[in-house]
């Protein structure tokens, strides 16, 4: 468990290395850290030795006694921030560089060119049990902070369920990544990708951060939902390689509704 010292001296290091405001960074150190950085396409990767680590740029080091946290540059490595420098030199027990988890996805961005902010929903899938087969229904009910009533996640009893977490009410998955890992020759049944939604012709990378309807149903788009190797052991193999960055998204339900196939999804203001 991370001390509250700790999550916050590494926030800071986290805020300065991203050039914002230290207050705009989440100070739990764990899961809410994680998710935060996960919507910015960004992620915390161990380094092996931070005093060896040759990286021509920022890296975070934790000090071993005290555990705070500082931030070092260069090869060989000096510190270039500190918060909460110890009153004598320690050594770095944990290092990590914040990577990104998609560099292609910068660089879209890059090109400016608008994603698509509109499509419909094409098939509505909800489980009751982790793990077990997906059932396709042709409207679901969406209850606000928690998610399609009757699905696991709803129930907190989700694979990956974690109350201390966002973004696990709802997942959502685009047709057209489906059909380009059947024309890669891994075909399966939209429902057993296993998220709640499938949709057709808008960007769902593009709803990250963002606002966005379902019918009538109100949500935010947290972070990609990626496959995983759980995900390729409940369908066939290639799923994994397939549908890297194509997994979809997760999103947090903001509002009771009616969700219906057939039914408009789109970007707010």
């Given at each position: 468990m991370t001390s509250r010292f700790e999550a916050s001296s590494l926030a800071k290091c986290v805020a300065y290395v991203l050039g914002i405001s230290p207050h705009d960074v989440p100070r739990d150190g764990d899961v809410a850290l994680g998710q935060w950085l996960a919507r910015r396409n960004l992620g915390l990767v161990p380094v092996e030795s931070a005093e060896n680590f040759a990286w021509p740029g920022h890296f975070l080091g934790r000090r071993r006694g005290s555990r705070t946290w500082a931030v070092l540059f260069g090869v060989p490595p000096g510190v270039v921030f500190e918060p909460e420098p110890p009153a004598a030199p320690e050594a770095f027990d944990a290092a990590f560089v914040l990577a990104a988890h998609d560099p292609k996805r910068e660089g879209d961005a890059n090109k400016r060119v608008e994603p698509s902010r509109t499509g419909t929903i094409e098939l509505i899938a909800i489980s009751a049990e982790a793990e077990r087969p997906m059932m396709t229904v042709r409207s679901a009910?969406?209850?606000?902070?928690?998610?399609?009533?009757?699905?696991?996640?709803?129930?907190?009893?989700?694979?990956?369920?974690?109350?201390?977490?966002?973004?696990?009410?709802?997942?959502?998955?685009?047709?057209?990544?489906?059909?380009?890992?059947?024309?890669?020759?891994?075909?399966?049944?939209?429902?057993?990708?296993?998220?709640?939604?499938?949709?057709?012709?808008?960007?769902?990378?593009?709803?990250?951060?963002?606002?966005?309807?379902?019918?009538?149903?109100?949500?935010?788009?947290?972070?990609?939902?990626?496959?995983?190797?759980?995900?390729?052991?409940?369908?066939?193999?290639?799923?994994?390689?397939?549908?890297?960055?194509?997994?979809?998204?997760?999103?947090?339900?903001?509002?009771?509704?009616?969700?219906?196939?057939?039914?408009?999804?789109?970007?707010?203001?």
């Open positions: 009910e969406a209850l606000a902070g928690r998610g399609l009533r009757g699905d696991r996640y709803e129930r907190g009893a989700g694979s990956f369920s974690n109350p201390s977490g966002r973004g696990y009410d709802l997942t959502l998955v685009e047709a057209e990544a489906l059909e380009e890992l059947a024309a890669g020759g891994v075909e399966i049944a939209p429902a057993e990708a296993r998220r709640n939604l499938v949709v057709r012709g808008v960007s769902l990378d593009g709803l990250i951060g963002k606002r966005f309807r379902v019918g009538e149903v109100e949500c935010f788009g947290q972070r990609r939902c990626e496959p995983c190797a759980h995900l390729e052991r409940l369908t066939r193999p290639g799923v994994l390689r397939g549908l890297v960055h194509r997994g979809g998204l997760r999103a947090d339900v903001l509002s009771d509704g009616e969700i219906r196939v057939g039914d408009r999804i789109e970007a707010l203001p």
